[in-house]
């Protein structure tokens, strides 16, 4: 089985940092035009998906609703 694309082969492939790569996934507004949709195609090829569990990681907060 071939392993899922991450968001470090995301921005390899696209040229810029991983953090470029985050932002144009959640602040769009702070990265320029051309380098979004160059992040965008490149993930696209790939076929990467962002992770919703490591963005709740990320955030401190999954917005799960359990019991206890």
Do not use: C, N, W
């Not at 921005?11 to 602040?27: C, D, M, N, Y």
Request: aromatic share 4%; proline share 3%.
């Amino acid at each position: 089985m071939a392993k899922k694309p991450t968001i470090y082969d995301v921005a390899e492939r696209a040229a810029v940092s991983i953090a470029t790569v985050s932002l144009s996934f959640t602040q769009r507004h702070r990265v320029r035009e051309s380098t979004r949709e160059s992040v965008m195609e490149a993930a696209h090829e790939l076929g990467y998906l962002p992770s919703a569990s490591a963005r709740g990681l990320a955030r401190g907060k999954t917005g799960a609703i359990g019991q206890l």
